[in-house]
């Protein structure tokens, strides 16, 4: 495994952690709230489309129609669990979320039990040569490839459609939107929904990789929590800057520093995350919050 | 403890003064039945009572910095483990188990506050994220470090044995012990609370600039709160090895900062009774819902936090005293009409 | 333009009732002052309208009861510009104006109400791509006021225009509005501290005393009224 392999590797995990923060980060600034059933929530997406393959789907097929699901699901959470909980006591939130967490992977394990799956790849086997005899596989590269479509994605419909305004106005400022005549409520649902729909394209991007488990989604999300905080909780560029960043960092010092070990993995970017807050609270390419007395 | 507004009595010092009485009775009999029960219920029943002490302890000192400060933190169970691997391998090393207790906290309590200075400039996720890493950090770091931890297997220990005269057994006698370490702590807590820390905590709380501007050292009560939380973090982790006489990495887990969290806010935050109310669930209700298989049990866990939070959205311990305080108020007015 | 009419509305805060019994009724096409002392109910009978804050009572469109939620009542086509502008600040000048006119389906026609909008306050143009949250007080007044239009509403309720704004502003702002009245065809409710300014531009006048209707007429019979010059216009 030569040097760039390790990069690119990195770059596709990272572009998965990318992922499930990006999701994160819509419904933080559509609601305010940090999620942490994320990652459950794409791994029930991820376990539902197996189930669509397992029974004949073909694969994109499948991981579509998957998505399409969590859409409506994400927003029927919001609309039903976490609506009440919006505006209140920061912790109240945040456990319910937990609350969703263990749920849902209790009802996974329920239905489909803890033993290991196989989920099948999105993208063709092999790869392309990178120079010194090895491959970089093709669901590497396709998976960074996915992510570019995803920023690409939410940035066009944020940036570029009434639709994306509509959003972006009700996520700055609730109150003056429904001043405005805009449907608030329904808004919110769509960036649950939308954070659910992203989830779970990256559920089913790294199942090949890690296989498909109940607890397939922790160390992702804890990732995922990491990158999106470093980039301030709003900026998506930020976050996925910060994402790739770890997920090199974890790639590399897992292959070439010898007192790290696979369970030690993880605690080398979150210490990088650590001191990097340290030096800047309001994460890389956060704001800072001007607060009044 | 918790902030009860009293309305004005229906009728003037009878009702309050008969409200006293009631509270200072409520007490009496309470002290009574933690008395009694573990001379009359089995060890498995002590075991869960001394470890809902344990564990309202752990949720107690989090209730400290999130409930009294604001702050927000998912490193308990790192404290935690500090406390209880400082007993455990004081006393697998041969020391007395109160060298090991004044180990295990002031390591917590050092660690705590190396943490708190720099991260009392942070806010909400960011410091929710610092803190997030101090388990999962912690657990592989207590697997490689085996010459104090033990390792992966963790360490077994026989502490605080029952002296012969109590003619108690071993579960009963940690049942107390506990219970009276859990005791003091608390009581600590509500002097904390009650002078003026506590006001210097609430001001923080609800504004720091406005606070800054009313005089109050904000970084030095920020960094106390967070070292007292460790402090009786790592308090309940030795009390923890009292209780099972064991330690291991995986009982440092970030699960389990999570699971006190959810614990406060089940229980209710700046409420003595909360911690204790949230305790009781973690340890409670995965017994009672442990029955078929894993997966049903963790999906009726989740289940009853969500229906907790949904009908009693700032936890039990308000709702209880809400419950509590129409009830009295119903019986003043009837008695008041009686008369 | 359409009439607004209020009849017997109780409005407040939880235990705190606000509006007591309050009745009103504003013409097709009036420019109507709502005045009052401070906490005399004026802005909550504004937020009543607009579903803000919850009331009894009945509040009529052109004869015709609104529903109570917000955005339902912005969509009948009431623009209510609060104290504070309501800007929302994070987006850009350009990005408030268009948010505006989310809900039209005529895009050619906003397109041409933008370019109106733009010449009639010229900054909106000079700092499209500034974020509003950095315009001047008066700046962020006229956003907000062109914001509003971009709905073409036929009823804009405007809550004390005049709050943190310099004097001179304040005059320009208030001349402006029967101009806007005419050539987009409102309705207006203004809430107002400044009487004297409001009553020379208004048409009709309603004043507020503790949560209740205590006076009404046309501007002129009540800038003439004795108790009024006297707790109001400073006289």
């Known amino acids: 495994m030569n040097l760039l392999q390790q990069v690119l590797d990195g770059l596709s995990s990272g572009s998965v952690y990318a992922t499930l923060a990006l999701a994160l980060v819509l419904v933080h600034r559509s609601t305010g709230i940090v999620n942490f059933a994320q990652g459950q929530m794409a791994v029930i997406s991820t376990y539902v489309a197996w189930t669509l393959y397992d029974a004949g789907v073909p694969v994109w097929g499948a991981i579509g129609a998957a998505i399409v699901l969590s859409l409506v699901v994400g927003a029927l959470v919001e609309r039903f669990l976490i609506r009440r909980f919006e505006g209140g006591e920061p912790l109240a939130a945040i456990v319910v979320t937990v609350g969703l967490l263990i749920s849902v992977n209790g009802l996974v394990s329920l239905i489909w039990g803890t033993v290991l799956k196989q989920f099948p790849s999105a993208f063709p086997p092999g790869g392309v040569g990178s120079g010194s005899g090895g491959t970089i596989g093709y669901g590497t590269l396709g998976t960074i490839g996915a992510l570019l479509v995803v920023v690409l994605a939410l940035n066009w419909l944020f940036r570029h459609t009434r639709l994306g305004l509509a959003f972006r106005a009700v996520a700055a400022n609730p109150e003056s939107s429904a001043l405005l005549g805009l449907p608030v409520g329904r808004l919110l649902m769509l960036g649950w929904g939308l954070a659910a729909a992203v989830g779970a394209l990256a559920g089913c991007l790294v199942a090949p990789k890690l296989y498909l488990a109940p607890e397939m989604m922790d160390s992702v999300l804890t990732y995922a929590l990491a990158a999106a905080v470093l980039g301030g909780l709003n900026s998506a560029l930020g976050t996925v800057l910060a994402a790739w960043f770890i997920g090199v960092v974890e790639n590399l010092a897992g292959t070439y520093v010898s007192f790290v070990g696979g369970d030690m993995k993880i605690a080398v970017p979150l210490v990088l995350m650590v001191l990097i807050l340290l030096l800047k609270p309001e994460g890389v390419f956060g704001h800072k919050e001007v607060r009044r007395v | 403890m918790s902030v009860v507004v009293d309305e004005p009595a229906v009728m003037d010092g009878g009702g309050t003064s008969r409200r006293r009485r009631g509270r200072a009775l409520t007490a009496v009999a309470l002290v009574l039945v933690f008395a009694v029960f573990p001379l009359v219920m089995s060890p498995f029943a002590n075991l869960q009572v001394t470890l809902i002490l344990v564990y309202a302890v752990a949720i107690l000192g989090l209730d400290i910095l999130v409930g009294w400060t604001g702050q927000v933190s998912l490193g308990q169970s790192a404290f935690f483990g500090i406390g209880a691997y400082g007993v455990a391998a004081g006393a697998v090393h041969g020391w007395p188990v109160w060298a090991g207790l004044l180990l295990g906290t002031a390591v917590a309590g050092v660690v705590g506050c190396l943490v708190a200075i720099p991260a009392a400039r942070l806010r909400g996720y960011a410091l929710g994220m610092i803190t997030l890493t101090l388990p999962v950090v912690a657990v592989p770091l207590a697997k490689r470090m085996e010459v104090v931890t033990g390792g992966a297997q963790g360490l077994n220990v026989t502490i605080v044995q029952a002296p012969g005269w109590t003619g108690l057994a071993a579960d009963q006698w940690r049942y107390y012990v506990v219970g009276i370490g859990a005791a003091i702590v608390f009581a600590l807590a509500a002097a904390l609370r009650r002078g003026r820390f506590g006001r210097a905590f609430d001001a923080i709380r609800v504004n720091e600039a406005l606070a800054t501007a009313q005089g109050v050292h904000v970084t030095r009560y920020k960094v106390l709160a967070f070292t007292l939380s460790s402090v009786y973090g790592g308090v309940a982790g030795v009390l923890y090895v009292v209780a099972v006489q064991f330690i291991s990495p995986e009982t440092l887990v970030l699960t389990l900062s999570i699971s006190m969290l959810a614990g406060l806010a089940i229980g209710g935050l700046r409420s003595l009774l909360g911690c204790v109310l949230g305790a009781a669930f973690y340890v409670v209700v995965p017994n009672l819902t442990g029955s078929v298989s894993a997966g049903q049990s963790y999906l009726l866990y989740g289940v009853c936090l969500l229906v907790v939070m949904l009908l009693m959205p700032r936890g039990v311990a308000p709702a209880l005293g809400h419950a509590v305080r129409r009830v009295a108020n119903r019986r003043e007015r009837a008695a008041a009409s009686g008369e | ?204 006048a309603v004043v507020l005393e503790s949560g209740r209707v205590v006076l009404t007429g046309t501007a002129r019979e009540i800038s003439g009224h004795d108790e009024v010059r006297r707790a109001y216009l400073g006289n």
């Open chain 3, 1 to 204: 333009m359409s009439t607004l009419e209020l009849r017997g509305v109780h409005a407040g805060y939880g235990k705190a009732q606000v509006l007591h019994d309050v009745s009103l009724h504003v013409g097709d096409g009036s420019i109507t002052t709502l005045l009052g002392a401070n906490g005399a109910g004026k802005t909550t009978t504004l937020r009543a309208i607009s579903g803000l804050v919850r009331s009894t009572g009945e509040i009529l469109i052109d004869g015709r009861p609104i529903p109570s939620a917000p955005d339902a009542v912005a969509r009948l086509g009431v623009a209510h510009v609060p104290q504070g502008r309501g800007t929302i600040g994070q987006l850009s000048v350009d990005d408030n104006l268009k948010a505006g006119a989310l809900l039209r389906r005529d895009r050619v026609q906003a397109r041409a109400d933008l370019r109106r909008l733009r010449e009639l306050f010229p900054v909106l143009g000079e700092r499209a791509q500034s974020q509003a949250a950095g315009l001047s007080g008066g700046e962020q007044q006229m956003l907000a006021i062109a914001r509003a239009l971009m709905g073409r509403p036929s009823i804009l309720l405007l809550d004390e225009p005049s709050l943190g704004l310099a004097p001179l502003i304040t005059k320009e702002l208030f001349v402006l509005l029967p101009r806007l009245r005419d050539e987009w065809g409102l309705t207006v409710l203004v809430v107002e501290q400044n009487a004297d300014l409001a009553l020379s531009v208004g048409d009709h």
